[in-house]
């Protein structure tokens, strides 16, 4: 079911505790500025920042990156070759990978989260974004697996259960679908998502009208999300309802 991949969540994570005395503020100012990007869905822009961000602390530690030519914040370069292992630049990792996972760059934004948990093997946000991306290019097996790891790490994840039941829908699991997203439900009753992606597992079920009222929750919260209303309108159809079907899918 392709549809789930459109609403896979990650979390844009903010650097808490940083050590002011060992970051240089203009990277500071670039990690908050790409933030801003991100939120403002620029996702180009945003990965621009956390790149300037990254490259800006680790010339601050002595750590130069190798480059072919131009200047030390050429875009054009990768920065596999820093290697600064702190808080800060795991978050950044973290960070760019996910504007790139949602400027559909998912093999750069794989490798940054890579690069994330070579610094904290314990950062479940990037388990959670690297799963994500391995959902987005079909690998379900090694998606459920950080899926697991994410919320082995931090079991209060909502975006995590949010994922892993959709992809559990993928995988025909009824009902650990289902689970995962009761309790993404209870972490987060704001959250759109869990309710658009349990509305199709209630269709799967055939529980059409429980599908309706979470298809409702969804379009409440976020009306803007057109695969709710194609939902919506399935299960109106299902249960014989065309003419209010046909308003939803139209």
Known sequence: MRYSILFMLLVIGCVVHVDRAQT??????????GQKKFDEHEWAAAADSFTKAIQINALNKGVKPKKKGGN??????????????????AHAYVNRGAARF?????????????????????????????????????????????????????????????????????LGDLESALNDLNQAVLINPKGAEA????????IAKNDFAAAITDFNR?????????????????????????EPAMKDFN
């Open 72 to 89: 030390a914040f050429d875009q054009s370069q990768e920065t596999t070759e820093i290697s600064v292992s702190d808080t800060f630049t």
């Open 24 to 33: 240089p503020d203009l990277a500071v100012r670039y990690f908050e500025s």
């Open 218 to 242: 969804c379009i409440e919260l976020k009306p803007e999300y057109a695969w709710a209303w194609q939902g919506r309108g399935t299960a109106l159809m299902k249960q014989g309802h065309l």
């Open 102 to 170: 949602y400027s559909g760059a998912f093999d750069q934004s794989i490798a940054d989260y890579d690069r994330a948990l070579r610094i904290d093997p314990r950062l479940a946000q990037a388990y959670l974004g690297r799963g994500a991306a391995l959902t987005a290019k079909g690998d379900r097996a090694g998606a459920m697996r950080d899926y697991n790891r994410a919320l082995k790490l931090d079991d209060g994840l909502y975006e995590a259960y949010n994922n892993r039941g959709a992809l559990r829908h993928d």
């Open 195 to 202: 309710y658009f992606h349990r509305g199709y597992v209630l």
